[in-house]
Structures are given as C-alpha cells and as structure tokens.
C-alpha cells in the first residue's frame, strides 16, 4: 500500500524551477523526519535532503545545497521540497520518504535505512 504520495513533477528548462509536494495515504505522519531522495535511470538512488518534524533542522546533500529547499507544514501533514536552478543533471524520479519514529540525529538520514515509508516518485526532467 502506497502511503505517501508524491506530485509537482514536470519538464522544466535548465535554470527553472519546480516544487514537489509529500502527502500521506491512508495514515498520518506525525512526528516523523521526512527525507527526499531522487534515483536518475540507471544510477543509485541518491539523498537529497530531510526536514525534522519541527521544521527547524534540514539536512542538503552537497549537490543541491543553495538551490533547493525543503519544507513543512504540519497541519496539512504535506512535506515540499523547492527546487530551484535546475540543471540537467537534477533530473530524476523524485521520492519522499518518513522516517521511523523516534529521535534521530540529521546527519544520518542521508541512509536510506532510516525510513520505513516510501512513496512512488514524481518525475522531474530538465532539458538543456
């Protein structure tokens, strides 16, 4: 059973922008760490960033620090992740996940290991 469901994919130009949007289905999130990760063809799946359930601690991989952002509101339990700058190379199926619940250290949710919701993706495709 899916239950986070991704959208706000699309095709964009180098230098444009997007945002993707993280809800859940069937179930809540509450107090849980939501992560993005994206996974291009062919190559492994890859951090992108994470948000404590507070919203006051984030977490960028190197390759999209100053361009993307990620952010939260509860209330709506929704998780977004602003893409800006896009290149090329951003393209990619982009998946949020949520972490177990628990209190965690930011600087290990770069592992996939843990999360234990994913959704579906959402595909972003930047042309040159």
């Known amino acids: 059973q899916v239950q986070l469901i991704e959208s706000g994919g699309g095709l964009v130009q180098t230098g444009g922008s997007l945002r993707l949007s993280c809800a859940p289905s069937?179930?809540?999130?509450?107090?849980?760490?939501m992560g993005w990760f994206r996974q291009a063809p062919g190559k492994e799946r890859e951090f992108v960033a994470a948000?404590?359930?507070?919203?006051?601690?984030?977490y960028f991989a190197d390759s999209v620090k100053g361009r993307f952002t990620i952010s939260r509101d509860n209330a709506k339990n929704t998780v977004y992740l602003q893409l800006n700058s896009l290149k090329p190379e951003d393209t990619a199926v982009y998946s949020c996940?949520?972490?177990?619940?628990?209190?965690?250290?930011?600087?290990?949710?770069?592992?996939?290991?843990?999360?234990?919701?994913w959704g579906q993706g959402t595909q972003v495709t930047v042309s040159s």
């Open positions: 996940a949520a972490g177990f619940r628990g209190g965690q250290a930011m600087g290990v949710m770069n592992r996939p290991d843990r999360y234990g919701y």
């Open positions: 069937g179930r809540t999130f509450s107090g849980y760490t």
């Open positions: 948000i404590s359930w507070s919203g006051t601690s984030t």
